[in-house]
């Protein structure tokens, strides 16, 4: 609530104490960026509009279920290949109230003067209930005007970012 100092700090303290927990569970391994950065967004306790928006992206940190989703492994690690395509089911638990789906990948940086700063573009994609029907990922407007940048986010493919994020309430 004190701004980006105190939530740097605070997220740091978190991420330390995160690999600290990975690396015992794992043997002395660090945890990929990627799965830390996923685990934080995906724990958030989403504040303000429905999904993330620019004035408190996701959510605020909630470092005890993001430790306990890391110790109890929920969480899938995997790689694609181009044009490679990953389906995983999901069993959701009787009375689940909202469903939390985060991807994140560590992308390499795009060329000089590229015209897309993104050079892995991933698309996240959950189809419930058994493919009947398809939710994308929030999506927030990038035109650079402030009425565009408080519109609430939408559901769409993200072509921009190296995390996206579907919820579903039930």
Not at 106 to 121: E, H, I, M, Q, S
Request: hydrophobic share 40%; glycine share 8%.
């Amino acid at each position: 609530e004190d701004g980006s100092s105190g939530s740097a700090a605070l997220s740091s303290g978190v991420v330390a104490v995160m690999q600290d927990a990975y690396r015992t569970l794992s043997g002395g391994n660090l945890p990929p960026a990627s799965l830390v950065k996923a685990l934080l967004v995906n724990n958030a306790d989403d504040i303000g509009t429905t999904g993330p928006d620019y004035q408190s992206g996701f959510g605020a940190l909630n470092a005890g279920r993001s430790l306990e989703n890391l110790i109890a492994a929920n969480y899938v690690l995997s790689s694609v290949q181009s044009s490679q395509e990953q389906t995983f089911n999901l069993a959701i638990p009787a009375g689940c109230r909202r469903i939390k789906i985060t991807l994140a990948w560590t992308d390499p940086p795009a060329a000089v003067n590229a015209g897309r700063a993104l050079v892995n573009d991933l698309d996240l994609e959950l189809n419930y209930p058994a493919g009947t029907q398809t939710f994308l990922p929030w999506v927030l407007s990038s035109f650079p005007h402030p009425d565009s940048l408080a519109l609430p986010a939408k559901r769409s493919r993200d072509t921009l970012n190296n995390l996206e994020q579907v919820t579903i309430d039930l």
